[in-house]
């Protein structure tokens, strides 16, 4: 009997251990599945970019969804998916069930194959499965490799971020949107506001979260947040770019000592469980800033945190870029907590009486010095960090790339007694020239940079008469001063060379600045349009100009900017009555070019109207690809008929040209001469005059060569006031106001705050 039982007993074994098998298989819930639309935002996005799925769906400009659900999130990413095969249409409809519903083992298969047809085996589809919930986990682990197919420059990457809010906790936020660490994200189809104050690992493509892979726990700090207010029971921060309200976890008593303050909060559970102030600042102009570090007189180079902020605390507060620090300026206090600036806090508007410019070598060819000696006529200050002496006048001061004067701290020369300090190293035009205010040379890795800063009415006295005759009508020179004025003002914010401390620099790439001396009449005419600058809807427009117009000017189409950000900016024929000219053809600007008589003001002078003999050979050394240069035309001409597309064609092909400069630039050469309308010819034009140009086939020499000639009009880039034109109006009686409304449509002119 008891054998028996032990037999029974070792039989039933494997009946248990299938039973307890069998129970867990049956008890064992299902793996969570993923939406389809989930699962299309994130292929499509692997595709192609949130901007660049906008531009599809207005092109494509229909939908396979019914016209109710148009508006959902996730129509572009499925009708995307639908045209491009990742889905079909005939065993997925488009229809709002299917987009909530889950994805299927049968369609996650059909992703893969369509992606590379060596991924479908990833899916693991069969009979029994086809139609089942294509597991979630399952899904991102296939993304990963769907990602490598689709998206080899990863576009779609993994980034760490903490939420700071989402529309569930801040009032006003937008639907679908998160402020984060990384900025301001979309995240349609998802849900985020378990995850705000958590550290995430995240999949993201420009600025849309695509999925949450890691949560990294609940607690976490917040570094260098502005307090705004607060009382016992929590703070009112500023932190992203969103105001919050986050409560205390344990009562505070002594909240008004935070207010007004950087600090780091450690929180917990969403909670604020310790606030550690940054009460140390520090003050001082701005001398230059780089990506790492700030350049402060009197403190030298300070390094950034990590996690810096730039905030604009007068009036509505506000978060801004590292960009938005004027060199120059000391209108913001520096939080510095171990040796690093952990907050720039701007506290009033930048003064806009000064700016600073970059001095180039002879030529304007460099931004770097090998040397520089400058003469000190009077008493001068000069500054290096904290060392300060006084210079006798007639002292000079040299300075030679790499011998260690000036590497470290940035050396500053400012005159005393109101005289101008002369750079004897530097040629100009007018021979070595003087400057106004103060002068800094800081050395750097590629040789010594010279930087002037002076009142903001002293650079236009010596940028006038550079950029026009002083001989000039004084109405004329007036306009030309309210110009250079309204652009210098615009050109400050700039900040092109921060790095070296500098805002513009004196070449025509921004306005030529003490190329010729100035004098009385040039002076005169910036004194008596003080502060004067021109505005459109209340704000100060930038004010292009150039030398010389064929009749007729453009917009700002030419720099592929809209037209409409430039309104006051309007194509325009320059004859008496202000209008507008267009060609309906080839053949019509080709006669208006041609045409030496056509009526304008700049008609009388030499460059109005230019020709020149070009050939095959000369073209094909500017433009590579296409052999043997047979044909050139233009194809595409921006407003008042400046050429935007040149096709040349060659016995090895043929190129489109884009952009009136690059087509200057590619019909251009050194050898060419050009015949003006004066009766005298000019050369070395490896830069034409303008892109108002037609070109004519003339044959070919000898040897079989294309020849052509190049018909054209005006000197410069057509945009906003023509000097010459202007010079003409002045003549005629004009007045510069009168002058400036007439190029420059919808303004007003006021004096600047």
Not at 1 to 18: E, H
């Amino acid at each position: 009997m008891k054998k028996w039982n032990m037999i029974r007993w070792i039989l039933g074994i494997p009946v248990i251990v299938l039973t307890l098998i069998l129970v867990i298989l049956i008890c064992e819930p299902e793996k969570s599945g993923i939406t389809r639309a989930a699962a299309a935002k994130s292929v499509a996005l692997a595709l192609l970019s949130p901007e660049e799925l906008k531009n599809w769906e207005k092109e494509y400009g229909a939908s396979h969804f019914a016209a109710d659900e148009v508006g959902e999130w996730y129509v572009p990413y499925l009708d995307y998916l639908y045209e491009n095969g990742y889905l079909d249409e005939a065993e997925t409809p488009a229809d709002r069930e299917r987009a909530e519903g889950l994805l299927t083992y049968r369609e996650a298969a059909r992703i893969a194959e369509q992606a590379s047809g060596s991924l479908k085996r990833l899916v693991s589809e069969n009979r029994r499965n086809g139609t089942k919930a294509y597991p979630e986990e399952d899904w991102w682990l296939l993304y990963d490799s769907l990602l490598k197919e689709l998206d080899p420059e990863k576009t779609v990457h993994t980034e760490s971020i903490r939420i700071y809010g989402t529309p569930e906790n801040i009032q006003g936020c937008p639907a679908w949107t998160a402020y984060t660490s990384l900025g301001t994200l979309t995240f349609y189809g998802l849900s985020l506001d378990s995850y705000v104050d958590q550290e995430l690992t995240v999949w993201v493509r420009d600025t849309e979260l695509i999925h949450v892979q890691k949560d990294e726990g609940q607690n976490t700090l917040y570094r260098n947040v502005w307090i705004l207010d607060g009382d016992n029971q929590g703070l009112m921060v500023y932190i992203g770019d969103i105001q919050r309200k986050i409560p205390f976890r344990k009562s505070y008593k002594k909240t008004e000592e935070l207010i007004g303050n950087l600090a780091d909060l450690t929180m917990e559970h969403g909670k604020i469980a310790k606030v550690s102030v940054k009460k140390e600042r520090i003050s001082g102009k701005v001398l230059s800033v780089q990506d790492t570090a700030i350049e402060l007189e009197g403190y030298g180079s300070v390094p950034l945190d990590e996690e810096y902020k730039v905030l604009k605390t007068y009036g509505d507060i506000k978060r801004q870029q590292l960009s938005d620090i004027l060199v120059g300026s000391d209108s913001q206090e520096f939080v510095v907590a171990k040796g690093k600036i952990c907050a720039v806090i701007k506290e009033r508007e930048d003064a806009a009486d000064q700016i600073r410019v970059l001095i180039l070598g002879d030529g304007f060819q460099s931004r770097y010095h090998e040397r520089i000696e400058i003469t000190c006529p009077g008493s001068v200050r000069k500054v290096q960090g904290d060392s300060e002496t006084m210079l006798d006048p007639g002292s000079v001061v040299s300075v030679t790339s790499g011998d260690g004067t000036c590497s470290a701290q940035r050396l500053i020369l400012e005159p005393q007694d109101g005289s101008e300090l002369t750079v004897t190293s530097l040629n100009r035009a007018q021979g070595q020239p003087s400057y106004a205010g103060r002068l800094e040379i800081l050395d750097t890795d590629d040789g010594l940079v010279l930087v002037n800063e002076l009142e903001l009415e002293d650079y236009l006295k010596k940028v006038i008469p550079s950029e026009m005759p002083s001989s000039y009508e004084k109405e004329a020179l007036k306009a030309q001063a309210v110009c250079a004025r309204t652009y210098a003002f615009m050109q400050r914010k700039s900040n092109t060379y921060s790095a070296y401390g500098a805002q513009i620099d004196d070449s025509t790439q921004f306005q030529v600045y003490n190329n010729v001396e100035p004098d009385e009449k040039t002076a005169q005419a910036v004194q008596e349009t003080y502060g004067k600058m021109l505005y459109y809807d209340g704000n100060p427009i930038t004010a292009y100009y150039f030398s010389t117009s064929c009749g007729t000017t453009t917009n700002a189409a030419i720099w592929d900017s809209d037209p409409e950000d430039t309104p006051y900016l309007r194509c325009l024929s320059l004859q008496t009555a202000r209008s507008r000219l267009s060609f309906a053809d080839e053949e019509e600007f080709a006669s208006f070019i041609k045409n030496k008589d056509f009526p304008a003001y700049d008609a009388s002078y030499p460059l109005y109207r230019w020709n020149f003999k070009t050939n095959g050979t000369i073209i094909a050394s500017h433009v590579s690809g296409v052999g043997t240069v047979t044909g050139v035309s233009v194809t595409e001409r921006g407003p008042g008929g400046v050429a935007m597309k040149l096709l040349v064609k060659g016995s090895d092909g043929e190129t489109i040209i884009s952009g009136q400069n690059a087509i200057r630039s590619a019909l251009g050469d050194s050898s060419l001469t050009l015949n003006r309308m004066d009766g005298k010819t000019s050369e070395g034009w490896s830069l034409l005059p303008s892109g108002f140009l037609t070109i004519e086939e003339t044959g070919t020499d000898e040897n079989g060569v294309a020849q052509f000639r190049v018909y054209g009009g005006g000197y410069g880039h057509g945009v906003g006031m023509s000097q010459n034109g202007a010079q003409a109006m002045a003549k005629a009686g004009m007045g510069y106001e009168g002058i400036l409304k007439y190029f420059y449509d919808g303004v007003t002119i006021e004096e600047k705050e």
